[in-house]
Protein backbone atom coordinates (compact mmCIF):
# COMPACT_ATOMS: atom_id res chain seq x y z
CA UNK A 1 0.00 0.00 0.00
CA UNK A 2 2.28 2.79 -1.38
CA UNK A 3 1.41 6.32 -1.19
CA UNK A 4 -0.15 8.53 -3.87
CA UNK A 5 3.54 9.62 -5.56
CA UNK A 6 2.32 13.23 -6.50
CA UNK A 7 1.88 13.51 -2.62
CA UNK A 8 4.32 11.82 -1.23
CA UNK A 9 6.49 14.58 -0.56
CA UNK A 10 3.42 15.86 2.02
CA UNK A 11 2.63 14.99 5.69
CA UNK A 12 -0.49 13.00 4.90
CA UNK A 13 -3.15 11.61 7.30
CA UNK A 14 -5.76 9.07 6.56
CA UNK A 15 -9.26 8.94 7.62
CA UNK A 16 -12.48 6.61 7.24
CA UNK A 17 -15.51 6.07 9.25
CA UNK A 18 -17.68 3.34 10.74
CA UNK A 19 -21.31 2.40 11.67
CA UNK A 20 -22.55 4.16 8.74
CA UNK A 21 -24.79 1.36 7.76
CA UNK A 22 -25.79 0.87 11.81
CA UNK A 23 -29.34 1.21 13.19
CA UNK A 24 -27.89 2.07 16.63
CA UNK A 25 -25.38 3.93 18.31
CA UNK A 26 -22.54 6.75 16.74
CA UNK A 27 -21.03 7.13 13.46
CA UNK A 28 -16.77 7.62 15.04
CA UNK A 29 -14.17 8.31 12.33
CA UNK A 30 -10.51 8.01 13.17
CA UNK A 31 -8.12 10.10 11.28
CA UNK A 32 -4.26 9.27 11.58
CA UNK A 33 -0.88 10.47 10.44
CA UNK A 34 2.00 7.57 10.17
CA UNK A 35 5.39 8.03 11.07
CA UNK A 36 7.65 8.96 7.63
CA UNK A 37 9.08 5.92 6.36
CA UNK A 38 6.98 3.40 8.65
CA UNK A 39 5.87 0.49 7.17
CA UNK A 40 2.89 -1.84 8.67
CA UNK A 41 2.47 -4.65 6.17
CA UNK A 42 -0.54 -6.25 8.32
CA UNK A 43 -2.64 -2.63 8.16
CA UNK A 44 -5.50 -3.51 6.24
CA UNK A 45 -9.62 -2.87 5.62
CA UNK A 46 -10.52 -3.13 9.56
CA UNK A 47 -13.38 -5.31 8.04
CA UNK A 48 -10.89 -7.97 6.77
CA UNK A 49 -8.88 -8.11 10.34
CA UNK A 50 -10.36 -10.47 12.97
CA UNK A 51 -11.27 -8.40 16.53
CA UNK A 52 -8.49 -9.66 17.83
CA UNK A 53 -5.87 -8.31 15.39
CA UNK A 54 -7.82 -5.14 15.08
CA UNK A 55 -7.39 -4.53 18.90
CA UNK A 56 -3.36 -5.59 18.52
CA UNK A 57 -3.31 -3.11 15.22
CA UNK A 58 -5.12 -0.37 17.42
CA UNK A 59 -2.37 -0.28 20.11
CA UNK A 60 0.43 -0.43 17.59
CA UNK A 61 -1.22 2.94 15.84
CA UNK A 62 -1.99 4.58 19.37
CA UNK A 63 1.50 4.34 20.32
CA UNK A 64 3.79 5.00 17.10
CA UNK A 65 1.45 7.25 14.87
CA UNK A 66 2.86 10.07 14.39
CA UNK A 67 -0.72 11.73 15.38
CA UNK A 68 -4.29 10.27 15.65
CA UNK A 69 -7.74 11.21 16.42
CA UNK A 70 -11.30 9.98 16.80
CA UNK A 71 -14.52 11.95 15.84
CA UNK A 72 -17.67 10.62 17.38
CA UNK A 73 -20.73 11.90 15.78
CA UNK A 74 -24.27 10.78 18.21
CA UNK A 75 -27.39 8.68 16.81
CA UNK A 76 -29.01 12.27 17.65
CA UNK A 77 -26.86 14.13 15.56
CA UNK A 78 -27.18 11.66 12.81
CA UNK A 79 -31.18 12.53 12.96
CA UNK A 80 -30.77 15.94 12.96
CA UNK A 81 -28.39 16.46 9.53
CA UNK A 82 -28.49 13.13 8.24
CA UNK A 83 -26.00 9.78 8.03
CA UNK A 84 -23.91 11.37 4.92
CA UNK A 85 -22.88 14.50 6.67
CA UNK A 86 -22.67 12.98 10.16
CA UNK A 87 -19.84 10.73 8.69
CA UNK A 88 -18.44 14.24 7.22
CA UNK A 89 -18.49 15.55 10.46
CA UNK A 90 -17.33 12.45 12.07
CA UNK A 91 -13.98 12.95 10.00
CA UNK A 92 -14.02 16.75 10.62
CA UNK A 93 -13.65 15.99 14.20
CA UNK A 94 -10.96 13.41 13.99
CA UNK A 95 -8.80 15.27 12.63
CA UNK A 96 -9.35 18.32 14.78
CA UNK A 97 -7.62 16.25 17.49
CA UNK A 98 -4.79 15.86 15.50
CA UNK A 99 -1.53 17.29 17.02
CA UNK A 100 0.30 17.30 13.80
CA UNK A 101 -1.29 19.31 11.09
CA UNK A 102 -1.44 17.00 7.93
CA UNK A 103 -0.65 18.39 4.50
CA UNK A 104 -2.99 16.38 2.54
CA UNK A 105 -5.83 14.35 3.68
CA UNK A 106 -6.40 10.39 2.33
CA UNK A 107 -10.34 9.94 2.14
CA UNK A 108 -11.90 6.24 2.24
CA UNK A 109 -14.98 6.78 0.33
CA UNK A 110 -16.15 8.82 -2.84
CA UNK A 111 -17.36 12.05 -1.40
CA UNK A 112 -16.18 14.17 1.70
CA UNK A 113 -16.72 17.50 2.64
CA UNK A 114 -13.63 19.99 2.26
CA UNK A 115 -11.81 20.30 5.70
CA UNK A 116 -10.48 23.93 5.99
CA UNK A 117 -7.97 24.27 3.30
CA UNK A 118 -6.24 21.26 2.77
CA UNK A 119 -6.14 19.09 -0.33
CA UNK A 120 -7.79 15.90 0.05
CA UNK A 121 -8.95 12.85 -2.66
CA UNK A 122 -11.24 10.38 -2.42
CA UNK A 123 -10.26 6.73 -2.62
CA UNK A 124 -13.08 4.13 -2.97
CA UNK A 125 -11.95 1.01 -0.82
CA UNK A 126 -8.80 3.03 0.27
CA UNK A 127 -8.95 1.12 3.55
CA UNK A 128 -7.22 -1.59 1.50
CA UNK A 129 -4.99 0.20 -0.88
CA UNK A 130 -3.20 3.30 1.69
CA UNK A 131 -1.77 2.19 5.21
CA UNK A 132 -2.88 5.63 6.50
CA UNK A 133 -6.64 5.21 5.73
CA UNK A 134 -6.18 1.18 6.62
CA UNK A 135 -5.17 2.76 10.48
CA UNK A 136 -7.82 5.52 10.90
CA UNK A 137 -10.13 2.48 9.82
CA UNK A 138 -8.90 0.40 12.54
CA UNK A 139 -8.82 3.41 15.20
CA UNK A 140 -12.82 4.10 14.12
CA UNK A 141 -13.92 0.21 14.21
CA UNK A 142 -12.62 -0.46 17.10
CA UNK A 143 -13.60 2.91 19.20
CA UNK A 144 -16.91 2.09 18.04
CA UNK A 145 -16.85 -1.42 18.71
CA UNK A 146 -15.99 -0.55 22.11
CA UNK A 147 -18.50 1.56 22.58
CA UNK A 148 -21.56 -0.76 21.27
CA UNK A 149 -20.28 -3.05 24.11
CA UNK A 150 -20.51 -0.45 26.57
CA UNK A 151 -23.91 0.53 25.15
CA UNK A 152 -24.70 -3.38 25.62
CA UNK A 153 -24.26 -3.37 29.21
CA UNK A 154 -27.52 -1.10 29.69
CA UNK A 155 -29.64 -2.87 26.75
CA UNK A 156 -28.96 -6.08 26.56
CA UNK A 157 -31.91 -7.25 24.80
CA UNK A 158 -30.79 -5.44 21.64
CA UNK A 159 -27.89 -7.72 21.39
CA UNK A 160 -25.18 -4.94 20.90
CA UNK A 161 -21.92 -6.77 22.27
CA UNK A 162 -22.82 -9.31 19.20
CA UNK A 163 -24.19 -7.12 16.03
CA UNK A 164 -22.35 -3.51 17.38
CA UNK A 165 -25.96 -1.97 16.43
CA UNK A 166 -26.29 -3.04 12.75
CA UNK A 167 -29.27 -4.41 11.07
CA UNK A 168 -29.13 -7.83 11.62
CA UNK A 169 -32.51 -10.05 12.32
CA UNK A 170 -31.98 -10.32 15.79
CA UNK A 171 -30.97 -6.83 16.21
CA UNK A 172 -34.61 -5.80 14.24
CA UNK A 173 -36.71 -8.42 16.20
CA UNK A 174 -35.69 -6.88 19.35
CA UNK A 175 -37.30 -3.21 18.03
CA UNK A 176 -39.94 -4.96 17.10
CA UNK A 177 -40.50 -6.46 20.51
CA UNK A 178 -39.00 -3.49 22.79
CA UNK A 179 -39.24 -0.35 20.97
CA UNK A 180 -36.15 2.12 20.13
CA UNK A 181 -33.99 3.90 22.92
CA UNK A 182 -32.12 6.80 22.89
CA UNK A 183 -29.19 5.58 21.16
CA UNK A 184 -31.09 4.46 18.17
CA UNK A 185 -31.39 6.46 14.81
CA UNK A 186 -34.57 7.29 14.86
CA UNK A 187 -34.22 7.99 10.82
CA UNK A 188 -33.32 4.76 10.52
CA UNK A 189 -35.99 3.40 11.78
CA UNK A 190 -39.07 4.11 10.20
CA UNK A 191 -39.06 1.09 7.87
CA UNK A 192 -38.26 -0.72 10.62
CA UNK A 193 -41.50 0.24 12.46
CA UNK A 194 -43.64 -0.07 9.52
CA UNK A 195 -42.40 -3.57 9.22
CA UNK A 196 -40.51 -2.83 5.82
CA UNK A 197 -37.49 -4.39 6.56
CA UNK A 198 -39.05 -7.59 7.89
Known amino acids: MNLLTHYSDLIEAGCDEAGRGCLAGPVVAGAVILRPGAD ?10 TE ?6 REVIMNEALAYGIGIVTAEEIDEINILNASFLAMHRALDQL ?17 HDLKHVCVVGGDAKYQPIAAASILAKTTRDLLMEEYD ?18 HKQAIAEYGITELHRKSFNMAIQMRLEF
Open 153 to 170: AKYPMYHWKKNKGYPTPE
Open 52 to 57: KKRMAL
Open 99 to 115: QTRPEFLLIDGNRFNKY
Open 40 to 49: YPDLDDSKKL
